[in-house]
């Protein structure tokens, strides 16, 4: 009933953005006649070569009016972005009760069935559809956007992807990507399945050996001290692997769609780093170990 109920939600919101879209063209539409109006405006000034108090006062109204469009489009956007932030929400809350109910799809299947090719591809396309923070006019990025980090205390939602640290089969530890089953208020311990190994011992973590992956991307054009630093230590996750190793940053995104650019420390090179390697901003995070091993 309830995977009825969240289809019949999608449905509706599906069809709310689509006419949401459509507004937007109509409102784009709109503004253009006055945008035109104002480049032809500075084009007679310029050939005038003056400023009389015409055109300042004509420009004055044009781009007044230029503004308010702007805002108006700008609305319309941001609510459009909220009915898309509300189908994903949905969406996932449909896959974890079809996975606790025993039901999988083609999109989400039993990891233990799961080709590593097919993982890999999914983590990918986890990593492009993350939604890219817009903030408001001097609005400042939350946490959790880029590289800033969940607030104290935070505590991870079911289904929600974070960087676990967990104690290998040779006994060494180290950072998996895993999936948030459950968190028990009593004992401030997760409970999380390795995302590579579903069937394996589930992991019962302390909240200091959890780290929540970043759930909005930073734009690098708006909100560049959301991201991390050149130099900076981080955790990486290790290009088609589920582990993360610890890694500097060697460029940071310059564009909203570019991945952060990393070296890895690895021993079997002479200055003990790989050469630079892709890493998106889903799956980079705080190193909370500032010591080189």
């Known amino acids: 009933m309830a995977l009825v109920s969240a289809d019949t939600r999608i449905a509706e919101l599906l069809n709310e953005l689509h006419q949401l879209i459509k507004q937007t063209q109509e409102e784009r539409s709109r503004s253009e006649h006055n945008l035109l109006n104002i480049q032809k405006t500075h084009e007679r000034m310029q050939t005038e070569n003056k ?9 004055r109204g044009l781009y007044t009016t230029a503004k308010a469009d702007a805002e108006a489009e700008c609305s319309i956007l941001r609510r459009a ?23 999988y799809s083609d999109t989400d299947p039993p990891r233990k069935t799961m080709r590593r090719g097919v993982l890999m591809t999914l983590l990918q396309q986890s990593a492009m559809t993350l939604p890219l923070w817009i903030g408001k006019p001097g609005e400042s990025p939350p946490p959790l956007c880029g590289a800033i980090p969940a607030n104290s205390d935070y505590v991870a939602k079911q289904g929600d992807k974070v960087a676990a640290r967990v104690k290998a089969v040779d006994g060494d530890e180290q950072w998996i990507l895993a999936e948030v089953v459950s968190y028990n208020h009593s004992t401030n311990k997760y409970e999380v399945d390795d995302i590579d190994e ?3 011992e589930r992991h019962t973590l302390s909240r200091r050996r959890i780290i929540p992956l970043p759930q909005w991307k930073a734009n690098p054009e708006t ?36 991945d952060y650019s990393v070296l890895f420390e690895d021993t079997s090179y002479a200055d003990g780093y790989s050469p630079p390697l892709n890493v998106a901003q889903r799956y980079v995070v705080a190193c909370k170990e500032n010591k080189k091993k």
């Open 198 to 200: 579903e069937g394996k």
């Open 223 to 258: 909100d560049p001290e959301a991201l991390f630093s050149k130099d900076q230590l981080v955790l990486a996750l290790y290009p088609q692997t589920t582990c993360f190793y610890r890694a500097l940053i060697h460029t940071p995104p310059h564009r909203p769609q570019d």
């Open 81 to 103: 972005l909220d009915k898309i932030a509300e189908i994903k929400s949905l969406l996932e809350e449909r896959r974890i009760a079809a996975r606790m109910a025993g039901v």
């Open 51 to 59: 400023t009389s108090p015409y055109y300042r006062t004509k420009l």
